[in-house]
């Protein structure tokens, strides 16, 4: 027969088990690619594409095609920004942009398309700024994470497009003022430095 004590430290163990967060994040990856979009020496928006990996891709894929020939068209696509992409909105979809270190929010993406590479699923979309940001006065970030972490949003790379008036560089590296994840993960931030 089993003592009160053994139970006793079962329960507490159990208790204290159930405590932590699971350890079965994230489900889905997500590996992006940053392009500042630059006008007359100041960034008017930010393009953004996302890459699935295989697994989400093929659900995706199964969710939105026809299955025959395994690519979007365009009404594909329209019902993807209206269904899976547009459930990201909630989650500045997964891209925090902020200047001056101040989040900007109500961000409406532009120019949303999905593709179909080699059995990976991609998007592609613009964030307009509401305002141009000269970034060699106001410091520019990008950080990328969905909050509960069931998705795992990585960049990738980050790049400069537009008129080439400004002498700038772009960098990775863990978002020092932002934690996901029970505090356990700190995403990942592109910077944009002039």
């Known amino acids: 027969m089993i003592g009160l004590r053994w139970i006793a430290v079962l329960l507490v163990t159990l208790i204290n088990f159930m405590a932590y967060p699971a350890a079965a994040h994230p489900h889905v990856w997500v590996t992006t ?5 630059v006008a007359k020496g100041a960034v008017t928006g930010i393009r953004v594409e996302w890459a699935f990996d295989e697994f989400y891709s093929s659900s995706l894929i199964e969710d939105y095609t026809d299955h025959h020939d395994v690519k979007f068209d365009a009404k594909d696509v329209a019902a993807l920004k209206k269904g899976a992409f547009q459930r990201t909105a909630g989650q500045n979809y997964f891209t925090f942009i902020k200047v001056d270190g101040k989040l900007l929010t109500d961000l409406i993406p532009s120019e949303f398309n999905a593709t179909v590479v080699k059995g990976i699923v991609h998007y592609q979309f613009l964030l307009p700024l509401r305002a141009p940001v000269d970034p060699r006065r106001h410091p520019l970030t990008v950080t990328y994470y969905e909050e ?35 505090g356990m993960v700190k995403p990942m931030m592109v910077t944009l430095h002039c």
């Open 33 to 37: 690619v940053t392009r500042f979009i």
């Open 148 to 182: 509960s972490y069931y998705v795992d949003v990585t960049p990738e790379a980050a790049h400069i497009e537009g008129d080439g008036s400004l002498v700038c560089k772009t960098t990775i590296a863990e978002d020092p003022n932002t934690t996901i994840y029970f």
